[in-house]
């Protein structure tokens, strides 16, 4: 590429790939898709959001590869996936039913993890079979299934048609973002981080969204406006766990838990106290330790879990739990996650209350 997309140090820069494909979607469109880690390992797929690539995925990729094997893919027209005509969620549900067949063996089952549109995408896919076949647990990461616009805080207005008009205009802008400077490290942290995120995570996140093109950012933009994936909600069955940020204002934590209330399965609702919209890099311990706790209860060792009938009773499998969990990944009553060690180094954010107060 003619420019730097992503950091090329430390913890927030891709690992290098042990095997990189090709997924053809429905439509022809071209996917690139990276491996990481053994092959026999436990299988977890990765699909990133809105505006990024693989390599927001870094520090999960990271933290997982030892004893996983970790599928991640650039959405199309993101990344190293070529722009396509079509833009739609049914194209994103083609798009991940492509990348489970070319990667997954008949059969093979996988933990599923979407952030932001990747967590849409998943919800898009609710009925292909694809994902019936291969997902055996999905996690649900600052995301929401609709009324985007409507709810989101990013402008400091009253909720109204006014606030969702110029929401709309400004998240769909077609200008280009142009280079990563000082200003605009300011107001990516401002829309999508919480207020204490360090400067490292903050340029990661920067360098990626950046590199977007413009006509693919806007493009998504409008389909994300029209968002209505309710009915892909409930038709979840398999287990899933949800996780969000107190303090995002691209997709504020009441999606979060209206996704957890109408889930037939939802396993767990995490809510990160001053995370704002980018938790794989504003708390990558907790994120990566969601994942880890659907591997283990889900995917290895023993029989893999199956997605609930259809016409099992609606909310039979509510949550099992709800934590609040703050931007280091701990539990108010102090418990850290699994695979979380290091989180006070890595996952710090500071609590919802300091971050309504502060200011960009």
């Given at each position: 590429m003619s420019r730097l997309t992503h950091v090329t140090e430390g913890p927030y820069s891709p690992p290098p790939a042990r095997r990189e494909s090709v997924a053809v979607s429905a439509d022809g469109a071209r996917l690139h898709v990276e491996e990481h880690g053994d092959e026999d390992a436990p299988a977890v797929v990765l699909a990133h959001g809105w505006t990024c690539s693989t390599a927001f995925w870094a520090a999960q990729i990271r933290a997982l590869a030892p004893?996983?094997?970790?599928?991640?893919?650039?959405?199309r027209g993101h990344g190293r996936s070529p722009a396509a005509s079509t833009h739609s969620t049914t194209a994103l549900a083609d798009d991940l039913a492509a990348?489970?067949?070319?990667?997954?063996?008949?059969?093979?089952?996988?933990?599923?993890?979407?952030?932001?549109?990747?967590?849409?995408?998943?919800?898009?896919?609710?009925?292909?079979?694809?994902?019936?076949?291969?997902?055996?647990?999905?996690?649900?990461?600052?995301?929401?299934?609709?009324?985007?616009?409507?709810?989101?805080?990013?402008?400091?207005?009253?909720?109204?048609?006014l606030r969702t008009r110029l929401t709309r205009a400004v998240l769909g802008s077609r200008a280009p973002l142009g280079p990563v400077t000082p200003v605009a490290r300011a107001?990516?942290?401002?829309?999508?981080?919480?207020p204490g995120t360090a400067p490292e995570r903050v340029a990661a996140c920067a360098r990626i969204v950046h590199a977007?093109?413009?006509?693919?950012?806007?493009?998504?933009?409008?389909?994300?406006?029209?968002?209505?994936?309710?009915?892909g909600v409930r038709d979840l069955r398999m287990p899933v766990a949800?996780?969000?940020?107190?303090?995002?204002?691209?997709?504020?934590?009441?999606?979060?838990?209206a996704l957890a209330a109408a889930l037939p399965r939802c396993v767990g609702l995490t809510e990160l106290t001053g995370a704002g919209h980018m938790t794989p890099v504003e708390a990558p311990e907790a994120v990566t330790a969601a994942i880890v706790g659907l591997v283990r209860d889900h995917l290895a060792p023993g029989p893999a879990a199956r997605p609930e009938p259809a016409g099992r009773a609606e909310g039979a499998q509510r949550a099992d739990h709800t934590e609040r969990t703050h931007g280091t990944g701990r539990t108010e009553d102090g418990r850290a996650p699994e695979a979380a060690e290091d989180t006070e180094k890595a996952g710090r954010a500071v609590p919802a209350e300091t971050a309504e107060k502060e200011t960009p």
């Open positions: 004893d996983h094997r970790v599928i991640a893919y650039d959405q990348v489970l067949r070319t990667t997954l063996a008949p059969g093979q089952r996988a933990v599923i993890a979407g952030h932001s549109m990747g967590g849409m995408t998943l919800m898009a896919a609710a009925d292909r079979p694809e994902l019936t076949e291969h997902a055996a647990a999905l996690l649900l990461c600052s995301t929401g299934s609709a009324r985007l616009t409507a709810e989101a805080t990013v402008l400091p207005l009253r909720p109204g048609p107001v990516l942290k401002y829309a999508t981080m919480a977007c093109p413009a006509k693919v950012r806007h493009a998504w933009s409008e389909v994300l406006a029209e968002l209505d994936l309710d009915a949800v996780l969000a940020g107190t303090a995002d204002r691209l997709t504020p934590v009441a999606h979060a838990r």
